[in-house]
């Protein structure tokens, strides 16, 4: 199994820009396909972005389509989410996760998970 650790939350204004990493323990992160999520106060979890094992697959959420960047390296066993031109609707706990089968949107695919890091954007 894979551990996962997200750091570089924080607080920003609206329109400033954030870099999440999540780094991975365990067995080969090269081997998994990962995703990000996010989950604001009373609202389900939702997806964000997500990225194939090899790197060569991005895809995003609508709503961040533009103004975040999924990438990972395999090297540092580390995946990234640069955040830019943020919005105070993008306030939430972020959360990486882990799979060996699909770089997928729905969070069910996931077998791994984070602990979150917050990120909280300021009007």
């Known amino acids: 199994q894979v551990q996962l650790v997200e750091s570089g939350g924080g607080l920003v204004q609206a329109g400033g820009s954030l870099r999440l990493s999540c780094a991975a323990s365990?067995?080969?992160?090269?081997?998994?396909?990962m995703g990000w999520f996010r989950q604001a106060p009373g609202k389900e979890r939702e997806f964000v972005a997500a990225?194939?094992?090899?790197?060569?697959?991005?895809f995003y959420a609508d709503s961040v389509k533009g103004r975040f960047t999924i990438s990972r390296d395999n090297a540092k066993s580390t995946v990234y989410l640069q955040m830019n031109s943020l919005k105070p609707e993008n306030t939430a706990v972020y959360y990486c996760?882990?799979?060996?089968?699909?770089?997928?949107?729905?969070?069910?695919?996931?077998?791994?998970w984070g602990q979150g890091t917050q990120v909280t954007v300021s009007s």
């Open positions: 365990g067995r080969t992160f090269s081997a998994y396909d």
């Open positions: 990225i194939n094992w090899s790197g060569g697959r991005t």
């Open positions: 996760a882990a799979n060996l089968a699909v770089a997928s949107s729905y969070s069910y695919n996931y077998d791994y």
